[in-house]
């Protein structure tokens, strides 16, 4: 199974355009001017392939539209708050040249003061808002007294993280029933963009071929790793997924991921019991060098996997998405979850899950990677 809980995270990176149209449908560029950013990452800059970047024209092209999307959770905006509508290039908005400047402040307080490591963001200061707070808030309820504190945060005895991942496993079906299902395919309805639902299908094979479609008001809106190549498409021409981003789709794609967790990443640790919910849940950190951590919370009780935390790095800071599960049904032997919401600092949807066929063939074509998803887009022209 391993990705069985999975789907989540895999539609939300293929509403990933749908979430952000604007910055991902034209020709983003601009977003500095003055000091730019060293980028040890192989494969174009930002400034080789889009116009009129100074700030961040050294970064990698693929950090550039998680970056813009950093900088609209940040300040509460959208593309356009910055950008001309389909002149992203164009410098005429007072708010692009303000930008410039913070983002030169901020990567000099980080290097004079953090050794260059991003701890001083632009969530820092604005917190969801174009404009940051001066003055300190009054708190809504009295404070609570420091013994009060201390008892409450007393730390709970935690088991270690093997045995937590093994709960796991046995809580879905066990090994031996996992690795019996090697296709899935999975419909139903997406939530959460206006009073009407979209649908959805979701096509997996093991061991690491996925494809997601969301049937949008615009189209069809897939994204898809067929163990080589993943791609988006919809919205415009298909476009590679790299970076940061074709890390998680590689993952999403691992049909046995909760029976491979304990080899996918180096190290993992059990960081302290949290609520999810009305559930007590076990958070585990998950972490292999080069990559961002994902965090994984597991219910104290049951041992099923009821949120995952993921990150994407950016030039500004990471970008975090949250995928919530719940609605587990047995099906051909193993659990599944017939629900998720995906949450983002600029909303959230919820999926339900209303047919799923386990075992059945799926047409290779559906694997079958777009030419455009496979080409670097020119320089300038988006």
């Known amino acids: 199974m391993g990705n069985l809980l999975r ?4 539609t939300a990176a293929a509403l990933g355009l749908f979430l952000a149209a604007a910055a991902m449908r034209g020709q983003l560029s601009g977003a500095g001017g003055g000091q730019s950013i060293p980028s040890p990452h192989e494969g174009p800059t930002a400034g080789q392939r889009f116009k009129n970047l100074q700030v961040l024209k050294d970064a990698p092209a693929d950090q550039i539209f998680p970056a813009m999307q950093f900088i609209t959770a940040s300040l509460g905006v959208e ?15 007072e708010q692009k040249q303000t930008a410039r400047k913070m983002m030169t402040m901020m990567f000099a307080i980080d290097k004079e003061n953090f050794n260059g490591r991003t701890e001083v963001t632009c969530y820092t200061c604005h917190r969801g ?21 201390a008892t409450a945060s007393a730390k709970p005895t935690l088991p270690n993280a093997g045995a937590i991942l093994d709960k796991y496993v046995q809580a879905i079906g066990g090994a031996e029933a996992v690795h019996k299902i090697t296709t899935r395919v999975e419909k139903g309805t997406l939530t959460g963009f206006g009073p009407a639902s979209m649908a959805v299908a979701v096509y997996a094979k093991a061991p690491d071929a996925r494809v997601t479609v969301v049937q949008t008001p615009r189209g069809e809106n897939v994204t898809a790793y067929n163990g080589q190549t993943g791609w988006m498409s919809g919205f415009g021409p298909a476009r590679p997924i790299t970076g940061g981003e074709l890390d998680n789709e590689k993952r999403n794609a691992d049909f046995y991921f909760a029976a491979d967790i304990k ?46 935390m993921r990150f994407v790095e950016t030039p500004l800071g990471r970008n975090p998405s949250q995928v919530d599960y719940g609605d587990y049904r047995g099906t051909g032997g193993v659990k599944i979850p017939y629900q998720w919401t995906i949450a983002r600092p600029g909303g959230r949807f919820t999926i339900k899950i209303t047919d799923v066929q386990q075992n059945v063939p799926i047409d290779e074509s559906k694997f079958a990677a777009p ?11 988006r």
């Not at 808002?129 to 504190?149: H, M, N, Q």
């Not at 993992?268 to 292999?288: F, P, Q």
Request: charged share 30%.
């Open 7 to 10: 789907s989540t995270l895999v």
């Open 79 to 93: 593309c356009e708050y910055c950008h001309v509508h389909d002149a992203f290039e164009k410098d005429d908005k």
């Open 129 to 149: 808002s174009t404009d940051p707070v001066s003055t300190p808030l009054i708190p809504e309820t009295e404070a609570k007294p420091e013994g009060e504190e």
């Open 263 to 308: 080899t996918e990443f180096q190290q993992i640790r059990v960081a302290r019991l949290e609520k999810v919910g009305d559930h007590d849940a076990y958070v585990l950190m998950a972490r292999s060098p080069g990559h961002t951590p994902v965090r994984f919370y597991f219910d104290k009780d049951s041992g099923l996997l009821l949120r995952e």
């Open 371 to 381: 030419s455009a998803a496979g080409a670097e887009p020119k320089p300038g022209s």
